[in-house]
Structures are given as structure tokens and as C-alpha cells.
Nanobody
Framework: QVQLVESGGGLVQSGGSLRLSCAAS?????????????MGWYRQAPGKQRELVAD???????NYLDSVKGRFTISRDNAKNTVYLQMNSLKPEDTAVYYC???????????????WGQGTQVTVSS
């Protein structure tokens, strides 16, 4: 009923920047999104567990993984049902598939819990 679609990944040199976007939308034309709760960005590198990079509540409170503090900024546009991740001073260890998530989406088709995007690859070369 609702999908999260990420964009903005790619290949960048160490020290560079990327901006990821994730937009929530209904999969059917009659689906209307009323609100979204907390949204977050996770990442998973080969051979490692998925980890939370940053999240943001509907009110704008944020939380970051220690290793990205001061380099990454999460933000959201509630009117566009979109969450962003601005990544600066990228390091090779930031290389991973990045996924966005939403804990609760209120829609005219009922609440939807635990939504995930399909992932976008971020590769940082040294």
C-alpha cells in the first residue's frame, strides 16, 4: 500500500559528500498518507549487521550513530513525506547499502508499521 523509495547513492571519493533522499508514497492512486512517525536511515556493509545511522521523530528530534556525528545530518519534510541524509566528509568505512525506514505510516488504508526502502548503494573510494 505504501512504498519508500531511496535515491542519491553513488560512488564518491573520500572526503566527498552525498545527499540521500527517501520518499514515501502510496502504491495505489487512492492511497493517501496522513502522517509518518519516526523515520531513519540504516546501513549494511558486506558481512556486517545492519546498523542505525540516524533517525528523526515527527517533531524533528534526531539521533546519530557516534561514528557519523558531525558529518551526517538527517532532516525531513513532512509535507513531502520525505527524509534526507546529508553525508559530508565521507570515509571508506561509510561504504554500505543505505536503507530508509518508517516506524508508522498513517494512511486512509489504515496504519502501516515497519516500512523499509529497497536500499541505495553508497561507495566511498580511498
Amino acid at each position: 500500500q505504501v512504498q519508500l523509495v531511496e535515491s542519491g547513492g553513488g560512488l564518491v571519493q573520500s572526503g566527498g559528500s552525498l545527499r540521500l533522499s527517501c520518499a514515501a508514497s502510496g502504491t495505489a492512486s487512492a492511497t493517501i498518507i496522513f502522517s509518518i512517525g519516526a523515520m531513519g536511515w540504516y546501513r549494511q556493509a558486506p558481512g556486517k549487521q545492519r546498523e542505525l545511522v540516524a533517525d528523526i521523530t515527527s517533531g524533528g528530534s534526531t539521533n546519530y550513530l557516534d561514528s557519523v556525528k558531525g558529518r551526517f545530518t538527517i532532516s525531513r519534510d513532512n509535507a513531502k513525506n520525505t527524509v534526507y541524509l546529508q553525508m559530508n566528509s565521507l570515509k571508506p568505512e561509510d561504504t554500505a547499502v543505505y536503507y530508509c525506514s518508517a516506524d508508522r505510516i498513517a494512511s486512509n488504508r489504515g496504519p502501516i508499521f515497519g516500512s523499509w526502502g529497497q536500499g541505495t548503494q553508497v561507495t566511498v573510494s580511498s
